[in-house]
């Protein structure tokens, strides 16, 4: 059982910059993978980051060179630097975990479905 709690998301301008939060609980000890999602209205929720067990982050080609992944020494808590950011990013955003599977020493996050755990979400506005 994994709880995951997100927090930062705000309103800013065009070109702003943001850092996401998310608080990660585990109960089993168990290495997880972690992402990020964002879900905008009317459209369905997208991978935007992720993190392997081993610190491998993979980027949506959407936010590459934008966006930052990152996550503390502990795996309590991780984060979403988000620069330069626009209009188009405003969505909810999701702290996401995933038991994954195991390849070259570390626990991969998968690629081709949705992440098991999802935290509540936080807000991201981008005004023009």
């Known amino acids: 059982e994994v709880q995951l709690v997100e927090s930062g998301g705000g309103s800013v301008q065009n070109g702003g910059s943001l850092r996401l939060s998310c608080t990660v609980s585990t109960y089993s000890g168990s290495n997880y993978c972690l992402g990020w999602f964002r879900q905008a209205p009317g459209k369905v929720r997208e991978g935007v980051a992720s993190i392997d067990s081993d610190g491998t982050t993979t980027y949506a080609d959407s936010v590459k060179g934008r966006f930052t992944a990152s996550k503390d020494n502990a795996k309590t808590t991780l984060y979403l630097q988000m620069n330069s950011l626009k209009p188009e990013d405003t969505a909810l955003y999701y702290c996401?975990?995933?038991?994954?599977?195991?390849?070259?020493?570390?626990?991969?996050?998968?690629?081709?479905?949705?992440?098991?755990?999802y935290g509540q979400g936080t807000q991201v506005t981008v005004s023009s």
């Open positions: 996401a975990a995933d038991s994954g599977y195991y390849r070259d020493s570390a626990v991969r996050c998968p690629r081709d479905r949705e992440f098991r755990y």
